[in-house]
């Protein structure tokens, strides 16, 4: 890549021929027999959905915000005649059929990244690759800033105003099921909560990924859209489990193959991913990106702390350590796999509305059931002896990852 020593790229030289939505294009590459047309897919990137293709733009139809993103592609490639440069990791990286290249354009008296450029004007969702994942850093921290700014796609009230734009929504993401996600679909979630007054009806409204996982029901939408009956009350909370299930009032269920959400890595790929809720008109109403790389400092940091008692009774225990009540909705405990930083043997998402007071302190019991839970007291269902004697650690943490306090002891660190 321009101005780093690694990775080490492969580069191409091509013309473009066509622009076919905000994350595709077709071109000639340099070398290529004449009339030989490849199809890019635009690596790290998922721009909103084109369904009416065309060279011009007045002719393009499609979700909210995929015209704009083809546009600004056609007007990029525009500006550089048509000219482009494509690089890959591996050469041979395809998807769908489709070569999967970074873009570049000469701008401005030099090249730059088509698809960064999108993310700057939050045009495209950000998609982690794990074969191509020299931008995935950059990439997740572009569309951070963007969400943080409300720009393009996460401006809540960009394709026009309602239903309910003045109720505030949270989403939290539990991306890393105990064990192996493919395992325990359902242990993998995404929690929608609404912090408004009034209940918010989610009929026609859609839930996706980065990931294009379109709905086998019209219209067809990119991930997983409510069903009528679908209420969230004031204060509540709703799922959408990965799996399949019974729904209930407040759990739904996706019932996907295999795990939706990219797990965050440790290994220097920089994986994560996202969820975003979107209103029937295509709206992006709420959304989370995982691992923060921006802005990462969360309220609980310095008032609460963590601790754990690995003997028998075992337990962990979460205290306010401040002077004003904590709410650990949004937060998760995770036991640590010894020796393996980033590795996690099992966690614990608190409920809506777990709420410690000044001095008080909330146990966590590995053994016994959640039918017996307390305000203060809460039972994890686990096997007899979940806590290591020699070792450990436990940590708390939001579901964007940022660590709000960690304990070890004996030979565990965090």
């Known amino acids: 890549m321009p101005g780093t020593g690694a990775p080490a790229c492969t580069w191409w030289n091509a ?17 290529d027999r004449p009339g030989r047309i490849a199809t890019i897919r635009f690596t790290g990137i998922n721009a909103m959905e084109l369904h009416r293709y065309s060279a011009r ?15 600004l592609v056609d007007s990029l490639l525009e500006r550089a005649h048509g000219r482009v ?24 008296g030099r090249w730059q990244d088509v698809a960064r450029l999108e993310l700057q004007a939050g045009l495209a969702l950000w998609l982690p690759n794990a074969v191509e994942h020299a931008h995935n850093a950059d990439y997740s921290a572009l569309s951070q800033a963007a969400a943080a700014a409300h720009l393009g796609l996460y401006a809540p009230s960009s394709c026009g105003a309602g239903p309910d734009d003045d109720i505030p929504l949270a989403v939290d993401v539990n991306w890393d099921a105990d064990g192996a996600d493919g395992a325990d679909l359902n242990g993998e979630w995404v929690q929608i909560r609404n912090l408004g007054a009034r209940p918010l009806a989610l009929a026609g409204w859609w839930l996706r990924d980065s990931w294009l996982r379109v709905s086998p029901q019209p219209p067809h939408r990119p991930g997983y859209e409510f069903p009528a009956p679908a209420v969230i009350p ?40 996202g969820a975003y809720l979107f209103d029937p008109q295509g709206d992006l109403r709420a959304s989370e990106i995982y691992p923060c790389l921006v802005a990462c400092q969360d309220p609980l940091q310095g008032k609460v702390r963590i601790a754990a008692h690995p003997t028998t009774p075992e337990s962990i225990s979460v205290s306010n350590a401040g002077t004003e009540p904590v709410d650990l ?8 796999l010894r020796h393996r930083p980033g590795r996690f043997i099992f966690s614990y998402a608190f409920p809506v509305g777990s709420v410690i ?43 964007t990852d940022v660590v709000v306090d960690c304990y070890a002891w004996g030979d565990g660190g965090c």
């Open 85 to 108: 440069r494509l690089a890959a990791q591996d050469p041979s990286s395809v998807t769908g059929g489709r070569l999967r290249r970074s873009v570049w354009v000469r701008s401005g």
């Open 329 to 336: 909705t949004g937060h998760v405990v995770k036991l640590h």
């Open 15 to 31: 013309k473009r021929t066509f622009v076919a939505d905000g994350d595709t294009i077709r071109v000639h590459i340099a070398g």
């Open 234 to 273: 004031p204060g509540g909370a709703v799922r959408v489990h990965s799996g399949c299930g019974a729904d209930d009032a407040s759990a739904f269920h996706w019932c996907q193959k295999g795990g939706v959400f990219d797990n965050a890595s440790t290994d220097g790929r920089h994986m994560g991913d």
């Open 357 to 399: 007071a000044p001095g008080q302190t909330m146990e966590l019991l590995p053994q016994g059931s959640p039918a017996a839970d307390e305000p203060l007291v809460k039972h994890l269902a686990r096997r007899p002896y979940a806590l290591a004697d020699t070792g450990g650690a436990v940590s708390l943490r939001s579901f």
């Open 57 to 71: 733009s007045s002719r393009r139809r499609g979700d909210c915000h995929s015209v704009e993103a083809a546009a």
